[in-house]
């Protein structure tokens, strides 16, 4: 199963807004609610940003906001901020206890 | 506070083998389903295996099917990932992480365990 797809970058300015997609098929994220996002700074472990596509885990600013349309899965950072400046990553779903991540994305900010 | 701590990672000869471990703390581990992630240099997370929270069910990416093994040891808060035949592309950071029941959602990770298989 190919990894989910994933812009390579994105960049925004402090105060902006930016959204980073993450395409799938029918097999995974078209099929479960069950997208999550990862935050990834160099040298560190991956942090969990949302799950179940839209819900936050607590002490997750609500700069962070997730949503899903058919196959495809967005994160939303608003209010940029420098230390936003990061790797984010999409994970799915994909059946039989089994989880697909997407190539990642780099922020620049 | 949740704590998962890697080790036994290191340099390998293709074909060879290796027993990473993952020492758990801060919650109650019998209780929660375990993955293994990895990430190859300079590259992408790819997941590897989740096993239930009473080892009784396992799950592997298809690339490692028949080669790793995990486990784990609910006395000793602990969870093992078996790997043999190594191969180059093997050669990645092994996390540990806590999943939900079914494994729909990595909350809480390791810092990882670099395994590097080269002749």
């Known amino acids: 199963q190919s990894a989910l797809t994933q812009p390579r970058s994105v960049s925004g300015s402090p105060g902006q807004s930016v959204t980073i997609s993450c395409n799938g098929t029918?097999?995974?994220?078209?099929?479960?609610?069950?997208v999550s996002w990862y935050q990834q700074f160099p040298g560190k472990a991956p942090k969990l940003l949302i799950f179940d596509v839209y819900k936050r885990p607590s002490g997750v600013p609500d700069r962070f906001s997730g949503s899903k349309s058919g196959t495809t899965a967005s994160l939303t950072i608003s209010g940029l901020e420098a230390e936003d400046e990061a790797d984010y990553y999409c994970?799915?779903?994909?059946?039989?206890?089994?989880?697909?991540f997407g190539g990642g994305t780099k922020l620049a900010v | 506070e949740v704590q998962l701590v890697e080790s036994g990672g290191g340099l390998v000869q293709p074909g060879g083998s290796l027993r990473l471990s993952c020492a758990a703390s801060g919650f109650s581990f019998k209780n929660y389903w375990m993955t293994w992630v990895r990430q190859a240099p300079g590259k992408g997370l790819e997941w590897v295996a989740n096993i239930k929270y009473d080892g009784n069910e396992k799950f592997y990416v298809t690339s490692v099917k028949g080669r790793f093994t995990i486990s784990r040891d609910n006395a000793k808060n602990s969870l093992y990932l078996q790997l043999t035949n190594l191969r180059p592309e093997d050669t990645a950071l092994y996390y540990c992480a806590r999943t939900t029941t079914g494994a729909t959602f990595f909350d809480s990770w390791g810092q990882g365990s670099l395994v590097t298989v080269s002749s």
């Open positions: 994970c799915s779903y994909a059946g039989v206890y089994s989880g697909i």
């Open positions: 029918n097999t995974d994220v078209g099929a479960y609610n069950f």
